[in-house]
């Protein structure tokens, strides 16, 4: 059974800092994998999708890094900002018709 | 674009009262979720529907019913509510076979005393 962690649970930074949010999986025959933000009281937005033959995506400030091999994926965010205060959740993908499978997030305070 | 859509955002129930949870999407997706979400914890998957007339059970299904009717349309129902149903409910969608992102709504948190 596919098990994602993601550590730490909570992370505080100033802002500007970069940082790294990390998520490990279980089974590494994985499909894909999601990365998404929540804001509190919210629904969840997808950020970035890695297919299984892909090592990294970017978008904007966020870049996210995947190694099957030692089922680890790591979400970097360049010079944060305020406003990427949220949690961020790992979802990974085992086939194409398997549903995904969340870690528990981790919550993120940038502080100005 | 509505992208998918919750109703209601908020409920209170008491135990044993039955409810239905609505999730509607405008973009002819054909996968459909309904996750919850417990305080602290990942979301965990209900049930799911891969397209109109076909659903599956997902992680935890005890105690919920779906059905998907059209393309639009994916309700939850909750028969016979309990305390352990408490939780925020999402519903979302994808228009693939698991290649594409998740869509997802602005949830349902759900109150059983």
């Known amino acids: 059974k596919q098990e994602v962690t993601q550590i730490p649970a909570a992370l505080s930074v100033p802002e500007g800092e970069n940082l790294v949010l990390n998520c490990s999986f279980t089974?590494?025959?994985?499909?894909?994998l999601q990365w998404f933000r929540q804001d509190p009281g919210k629904g969840l937005t997808s950020l970035l999708l890695?297919?299984?033959?892909?090592r990294e995506q970017t978008s904007g400030r966020l870049n996210a890094s995947l190694d099957k091999s030692s089922g680890r994926s790591t979400l970097y965010i360049a010079a944060s900002q305020p406003g990427d205060s949220a949690t961020y959740l790992c979802?990974?993908?085992?086939?194409?018709?398997?549903?995904?499978?969340f870690g528990k997030g981790t919550r993120l305070s940038v502080i100005a | 674009n509505a992208g998918v859509t919750q109703t209601p955002k908020f409920r209170i129930l008491k135990i044993g009262q039955s409810m239905t949870l609505q999730c509607a999407q405008d973009?002819?997706?054909?996968?459909m979720y309904w996750y919850r979400q417990d305080p602290g914890m990942g979301l965990k998957l209900i049930y799911y529907?891969?397209?109109?007339?076909?659903?599956d059970k997902g992680e935890v299904p005890n105690g919920y019913n779906v059905s998907r009717s059209t393309t639009e349309d994916f309700p939850l129902r909750l028969e016979l509510a309990a305390p352990s149903q408490t939780s925020v409910y999402f519903c979302?969608?994808?228009?693939?076979?698991?290649?594409?992102?998740?869509?997802f709504g602005s949830g349902t948190q759900l109150s059983v005393l």
């Open positions: 979302a969608s994808s228009p693939g076979t698991g290649t594409e992102k998740l869509f």
């Open positions: 089974d590494s025959a994985i499909y894909n």
């Open positions: 890695i297919q299984s033959s892909q």
């Open positions: 979802a990974v993908r085992n086939s194409g018709n398997t549903p995904l499978v």
């Open positions: 973009m002819n997706h054909n996968y």
């Open positions: 529907s891969v397209g109109a007339g076909i659903t």
